[in-house]
């Protein structure tokens, strides 16, 4: 029995020890290496992803930009002074004009952080209901910061304002009528922010109300256009 108890403490003090050395490791690597910085995508968007798909479809016309906000994110111990990190696009990669979006050149890390956040704002343009573009940014090295790990070292903003038949319109159809783009752009414009229709969340009488509210909508419309009522993408008048 006192051998066998001096072989399980043995390998206990073992195993200690080989934790202990792997944690020294791990601080070491951790704290030690070279600075380094990496990009964070908004979670709400990119959560476990490099990448943004987003379309101003759902908004309303006067919504002619979104802002993004994007987390440089250091590697590495905090630092008494701040730091700069460097922000590029990289064109080989991206399709958007620079008139569509904007993106600082640099972000601060302010001292005893260890992140900083920073606007990526993407526009809306015309060109985008018949086509998707994108933008990549990427960090580069800087005097404070070398270059984060390949997987997180970019961010991939891709944007449209390109409307297509919802899945779900076959459910719609009996409050709307039959689908175009024309209507379907028409109802979004009038629907509340942060509202998506669906007939199986929403309630007959919220569908209900929707539709008389399209209607009222059109009825508007169609007076403010004599001679012109509001007529889809195929030549047919928009009715509910």
Partial sequence: MKITAYFKHAAIAALALIICVACSTDENFYYQDTPRVRLVGPETWAVGTDSILFSFVTY??????MVFDVKAQIMGQPSQQARTATIAIDNSKTTASESMYSVPATVTIAAGETSATFPVTVKRDA????????LYIKVTESSDFKVGVNEENHLSIIWSDVLSRPNNWDALEKFFGAYSDTKYRFMLEHVDAGDVLDADKMSWAKLNSYKIRFINALDEYNAAHPGAPLTDENGVLVTF
Avoid: A, D, M, N
């Fill in 60 to 65: 309303p016309q006067e919504t002619k930009e």
């Fill in 127 to 134: 060109s985008l209901t018949t086509k998707q573009v994108r």
